[in-house]
């Protein structure tokens, strides 16, 4: 389009021309070029809408909406960039997040999800303030360290049910704990990650992931074994054995996991999360054939 390209042309000439009076960039010039870039477009606009411009008014009409849309400043910009639309002013913002309500939802899906939660929201609405109304928000410290407390007796009936599961269908704790306990503690990171990978921010959502597992390993596991040796005055056993194979796994899966993001050049996509599903599934039956002795660790 020749109108489209002309505005493209002059909307390249004003930048420059204004990097070029104001190298600092203080944001004055752009204020007045706005100005006056505006009063030369509505007299064009007049000019275009007399009667005896005839066919020439839409013409004249749609190249004035195309340069303002594509000349306008953004003067809140501290770069001083060009904006791209006459309405960026006006971008949707988060919705500040709703109190919880308890109250019975109307529709058939909400009412089935309802009942499924009812046993884990009912103790933590009955217990702990909620930080998302005015009321809430001073009895933070309570909230937070209540979360902790929750999250801590959540855990632990967690893992007497998995055990009482895994000796009712004759499954091995160690199986119990690489697939169900792992699928479940690694829940909330997942949602975490997918928030913030949702806003945006994918370097979170990938650091978030890893970091969870170090903080796990340095300060999930000694704790508990901290506080046991101090209680009972002895150390924790733990069976050792193919403990090289599984380290080795562990550091095989690191290498792929890294060999596999460079491949899709570090971003994160369809075919990269379909590669990650299949490298867990590998791990788990590398991992469920040493546990059953289908393979065998030479060390």
């Not at 004055?28 to 070029?33: G, S």
């Amino acid at each position: 389009n020749p109108t489209a390209t002309g505005a493209k042309f002059r909307h390249g000439l004003l930048q420059l021309m204004i990097h070029t009076i104001d190298p600092l960039h203080d944001g004055k010039v752009d204020e007045k070029a706005t100005q006056l870039h505006a009063i030369a477009s509505l007299k064009v606009l007049l000019d275009a809408t007399k009667p005896q411009r005839g066919a020439a008014t839409s013409s004249a009409a749609n190249h004035v909406k195309i340069n303002l849309r594509e000349t306008t400043l953004a003067s809140d910009r501290p770069n001083g960039n060009i904006d791209t639309t006459i309405d960026s002013g006006n971008e949707l913002e988060d919705e500040p997040p709703e109190a919880l309500s308890m109250s019975w939802p109307k529709t058939f899906r909400k009412r089935i999800t309802y009942l499924l939660v009812a046993p884990i929201i009912f103790p933590l609405y009955l217990t702990l303030p909620d930080t998302r109304t005015p009321r809430g928000k001073k009895f933070f410290p309570i909230t937070f360290m209540g979360s902790i407390l929750w999250i801590a007796a959540y855990s632990y009936l967690m893992v007497w049910w998995a055990n009482v599961a895994g000796d009712t269908a004759k499954i091995p704790p160690e199986v119990m704990g690489l697939t169900f306990l792992a699928a479940g503690t690694s829940i909330p990171d997942l949602i975490t990650s997918v928030i913030v990978a949702r806003k945006g921010f994918g370097d979170m959502a990938v650091s978030s992931s890893v970091g969870s597992n170090i903080f796990d390993v340095t300060v999930g596991l000694p704790i508990p074994w901290l506080l046991y040796g101090i209680i009972y005055g002895q150390p924790v056993e733990v069976n050792s054995v193919g403990m090289v194979c599984s380290i080795t796994i562990l550091f095989l899966m690191l290498l792929f996991v890294i060999m596999s993001i460079a491949c899709f050049r570090w971003r994160m996509n369809k075919g990269l999360g379909l590669t990650m599903f299949l490298l867990y599934f590998v791990f788990v039956a590398v991992s469920l054939m040493f546990e059953y002795d289908v393979l065998v660790c030479p060390f």
